[in-house]
C-alpha cells in the first residue's frame, strides 16, 4: 500500500499549535488518552488511519501515537511517516497484547527525550527488589533455626 507522505504544515506548527498530540488506534487502547487532554481517533484499518496521519500532519500536529496492533497492519504504507520529524510518529502498546514493537519503541523515544533508561531503569529496581525480597526471606529463616 502506497501513500504520499504530506509536507509538514510549518504554518501551523510556527502558530503556537506545535503542542498537539494524538492517539491512533483500536477505542479499548486510545480511550484513556482522552482523559489526559490527548486527541484521540478510532482506526482499526490501515486506510483510516492513514487518512487521519494525513489530517493530523496538515492541521500541524507535532507527536501522533499509534497502537501497536494497527502498526503491524499497515506494514511499508507506515515507512515514510517514521522517517519523518515532525509529526512524530510513536508506536505504543495495544491494551490487552503483549508489548514487543511498542514497549521497544517507547523505550527508545523516552530514552532520546530524557537521556535515561526509564523502562529499563524499572525493570532493573524490580528485579533488585525481587532479589532483596528472596535474600530477607532467606535471612530470616536462618534465624528461626
Not at 481517533?41 to 500541524?60: C, D, I, K, S, V
Not at 525493570?123 to 525480597?133: D, G, M, V
Amino acid at each position: 500500500m502506497e501513500c504520499a507522505v504530506p509536507e509538514m504544515n510549518l504554518e501551523a506548527m510556527t502558530n503556537g499549535d506545535l503542542h498537539k498530540v494524538g492517539v491512533i488506534g483500536e477505542w479499548e487502547s486510545i480511550v484513556a488518552f482522552r482523559a489526559l487532554g490527548l486527541s484521540v481517533a478510532e482506526a482499526r484499518t490501515p486506510e483510516a488511519a492513514l487518512a487521519q496521519l494525513n489530517t493530523w500532519a496538515e492541521e500541524g500536529y507535532a507527536v501522533i501515537f499509534l497502537t501497536e496492533a494497527l502498526a503491524e497492519t499497515m506494514g511499508n504504507a507506515l515507512v515514510p511517516w517514521r522517517l519523518r520529524v515532525l509529526p512524530a510518529v510513536i508506536i505504543i502498546p495495544s491494551s490487552g497484547k503483549t508489548p514487543y514493537l511498542g514497549r521497544g519503541e517507547l523505550r527508545a523515544a523516552v530514552s532520546k527525550a530524557t537521556g535515561i533508561d526509564l523502562i529499563g531503569q524499572r525493570k532493573k529496581t524490580q528485579e533488585e527488589q525481587s532479589a532483596n525480597a528472596e535474600s530477607d526471606s532467606e535471612e530470616s529463616d536462618m534465624c528461626l533455626t
